[in-house]
């Protein structure tokens, strides 16, 4: 029946391109919702100690940092107290680092936009598909193709998410190398610790952490869609 092939398409569109939105969604949910977890992590890595500032000031440059990749800062400055020194914290090597990662953080919003556009439409489209069909019977089949392509789609990113997750965790230094080492064309990203004050308040440690959160994040909401999925399912066959 066309309406049925036409709803796997469009059940095909929707799930990926969701999943597209949910993934840059959840890494913006980690890093912008809450300072507290800035601040836990600081503390858990003795940050404070490594830069000689205080939990103020460290802040307050996080938020410059964050606010610059969002794009409401022209430019990278974040001006304090330093190891007693007032003082940019940010160098050369920061300011054109994070212009390349900025850049990462510009597309991912595009993506996000696309994908979002893409998966209202596909949505609506679904949705007319859905009451076009005369019966309760036909309005039935219809959900369970929808439901049964995000299940295995989903389905399979999360375990492919979950392996990925283990063998990252096993040896996190290797893969966040060689993830700077593909994405970025220049060893701007290498940092010398003794002279560079960023690397010291974003150990690799806290990357890992947030790497971690951002996963459960992402999982937490596919979890969640397909439980809404499987509700409204038993709902719908009652």
């Not at 858990?44 to 939990?55: A, P």
């Not at 009451?131 to 309005?139: L, M």
């Not at 990113?157 to 893969?175: K, P, Q, T």
Request: net charge neutral.
């Amino acid at each position: 029946k066309i309406s049925l092939i036409l709803s796997r398409i469009l059940g095909l569109i929707l799930t990926v391109s969701f999943l597209a939105v949910w993934l840059v969604t959840s890494v913006r949910l980690v890093l912008y919702s809450d300072v507290d977890l800035y601040r836990a992590e600081y503390e858990k890595y003795g940050v404070l100690d490594e830069l000689n500032m205080t939990m103020g000031d460290t802040i307050y440059v996080t938020r410059e940092m964050m606010a610059y990749l969002n794009g409401e800062h022209e430019e990278l400055k974040a001006e304090t107290t330093v190891d007693g020194i007032w003082r940019d914290f940010f160098n050369e090597q920061d300011r054109l680092h994070m212009k390349d990662v900025k850049q990462i953080f510009d597309w991912s919003k595009r993506v996000r936009f696309m994908a979002g556009v893409t998966a209202s439409f596909s949505f609506i489209f679904l949705l007319i598909c859905f009451f076009c069909e005369k019966t309760g019977a036909e309005k039935t089949i219809l959900w369970k193709v929808l439901w049964k392509v995000y299940r295995n789609i989903a389905g399979l990113i999360l375990l492919a998410g979950v392996v990925a997750g283990f063998v990252v965790s096993r040896n996190f230094d290797y893969w966040f190398t060689w993830f700077h080492e593909k994405v970025f064309t220049n060893r701007l990203w290498m940092f010398d610790a003794e002279k560079d004050y960023m690397i010291r308040m974003l150990p690799e440690g806290f990357f890992y952490d947030m790497v971690m959160r951002i996963g459960v994040c992402f999982v937490g909401g596919l979890i969640l869609l397909a439980a809404v999925f499987f509700l409204w399912g038993k709902k719908t066959k009652n």
